[in-house]
């Protein structure tokens, strides 16, 4: 039988915060090949290539439910409360979130560095 072809790519998929592409084959919430998974949200997703197991999948990304950009699941790009945001979006409504999340999102705040950077470059 013919009828179960490899999944083709749908598109490619790409996080419009850290430009990470892939390719997606599927976009929803129930991947093709798997058995009664259904997702939280509808996400990016597309056959993992690491292993030949066909009802491995990996979900690359979704959609912000506030600006709707795509974004990969990264924690440093979004994060999933009930729905996916993105971080800037997160951000900006981070009074909304519970206090776990919005310590969670302290932390992935860039901390200072103390590490002296600065060279003293005296090309004089
Ligand atoms: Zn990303
Ligand atoms: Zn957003």
Known sequence: MESHKEAQPKGEFKCQLCGLTAPYTYYGQKPPNTRSIVLLEESYVMKD???????????LGSQCSLCSRSVCVGTECSLFYSKRFCLPCANDNLKAFPLEIQEDMDKKKPQPKSFPSKKMDAKT
């Open 49 to 59: 290539p690491f292993t030949p197991d066909k009802d491995r999948f990996l979900i």
